[in-house]
């Protein structure tokens, strides 16, 4: 398997233009994890899903940020409009299936917002 | 709420010696533990994980042990090597329903020649 796959790898947009970031979950795996990874936060997930279903939006930061997952091998992550702020890592995740297996995580999309 | 804590921030060794990581979390009551490793400009490896049930899980020259009702977990590396050198992040879930994982901050670890 090729891993958990994101594209694209560098965004570099202007503040206010919609962002699309996008991942390949390994096949097979039932969740699928968004993180975003800051110097001053760290690593926070953003949101999960269970079976291309929502489950918990809780660290989602705001309503400009939206994720959707329409089959088992592919999920979005947008926001529009894009603000500075944003400018980040943002890693997918997925695993078999919750509490006891491992996740494996995608190499990131840096996202620069000028 | 969970607040994980990694200490030291980072660490600087010579080639071959033997060190540990340390990992600290509020909450006792988690289900399991990861530890990952991320290079420069990458994503995150899993190396490890211990469910609540167990002490402690190996991994070649890895070794990590959890101490639940004191909110402890270390990494043992031994015999370490300049390919080591990265930072070493832990992770709890505390959620039971899916590995929603709270993060520390992470070690960073230079092996030097």
């Known amino acids: 398997d090729a891993g958990v796959i994101q594209s694209p790898r560098h965004e570099v947009t202007e503040m206010g233009q919609e962002v699309t970031l996008r991942c390949k979950p390994i096949?097979?795996?039932?969740?699928l994890f968004w993180y975003r990874q800051t110097m001053m936060r760290g690593l926070e997930l953003l949101i999960y899903?269970?079976?291309?279903?929502?489950?918990?939006d809780s660290g989602m930061p705001e309503d400009r940020f939206s994720a959707k997952m329409p089959n088992a091998s592919f999920s979005t992550l947008k926001i529009q409009p894009s603000e500075p702020r944003d400018s980040a890592v943002y890693f997918c995740?997925?695993?078999?299936?919750?509490?006891?297996?491992?996740?494996?995580f995608g190499p990131g999309t840096r996202l620069t917002v000028t | 709420k969970q607040e994980v804590t990694q200490i030291p921030a980072a660490l600087s060794v010579p080639e071959g010696e033997n060190l540990v990581l340390n990992c600290s979390f509020t909450?006792?009551?988690?289900?399991?533990l990861q530890w990952f490793r991320q290079d420069p400009g990458k994503g995150l490896t899993s190396l490890l994980l211990?469910?609540?049930?167990?002490r402690e899980q190996t991994s070649g020259r890895l070794n990590a042990s959890l101490d639940k009702s004191s909110g402890r977990s270390t990494l043992y590396i031994a015999a370490s090597q300049p390919g080591d050198s990265a930072t070493y992040l832990c992770?709890?879930?505390?959620?039971?329903?899916?590995?929603?994982?709270?993060f520390g901050t992470g070690t960073r670890l230079q092996v030097t020649l």
């Open positions: 995740a997925s695993s078999l299936a919750g509490g006891a297996y491992e996740q494996y």
């Open positions: 096949s097979g795996h039932d969740y």
């Open positions: 899903f269970n079976n291309n279903v929502p489950i918990d």
């Open positions: 909450d006792s009551a988690i289900y399991n």
């Open positions: 211990i469910q609540s049930s167990q």
């Open positions: 992770a709890v879930d505390d959620t039971g329903t899916a590995s929603k994982l709270t």
